[in-house]
């Protein structure tokens, strides 16, 4: 499975972005797909996600801010952050994980989300 995310940059608190996620490989009929950020000298932590399903699943922090959505047929999930802070800023990674018939975790590369002050 590959991941090809995109989206982020600079923005001034309070902006929007949108990063997007392209799986392409062997996704299986049950999978996740969902975005994980790690902060400079934080570990990293899940933001959200969403099953095959449409199941959405958000760490307590972006509720009401970020939203996670995605087209199955195309293999693509995106996820839309608004009212952005400062501590938001971190390398934000998508991620997608096959759960039937194998378990399977895969990682896209990051990609960096910068909000100014």
């Known amino acids: 499975v590959q991941l090809q995310a995109s989206g982020g940059g600079l923005v001034q608190a309070g902006g929007s972005l949108r990063l997007s996620c392209a799986a392409s490989?062997?996704?299986?009929?049950?999978?996740?797909m969902g975005w994980y950020r790690q902060a400079p000298g934080k570990q990293r932590e899940l933001v959200a996600s969403?099953?095959?399903?449409?199941?959405?699943n958000y760490a307590d922090p972006v509720k009401g801010r970020f939203f996670i959505s995605r087209d199955n047929a195309k293999n693509t999930a995106w996820l839309q952050m608004d009212s952005l802070k400062p501590e938001d800023t971190a390398v934000y990674y998508c991620?997608?994980?096959?759960?039937?018939?194998?378990?399977?975790?895969?990682w896209g590369q990051g990609t960096l989300v910068t909000v100014s002050s």
């Open positions: 991620n997608l994980k096959n759960i039937a018939p194998r378990y399977g975790d895969y």
């Open positions: 490989g062997s996704i299986f009929s049950v999978n996740f």
């Open positions: 969403i099953s095959n399903g449409g199941s959405r």
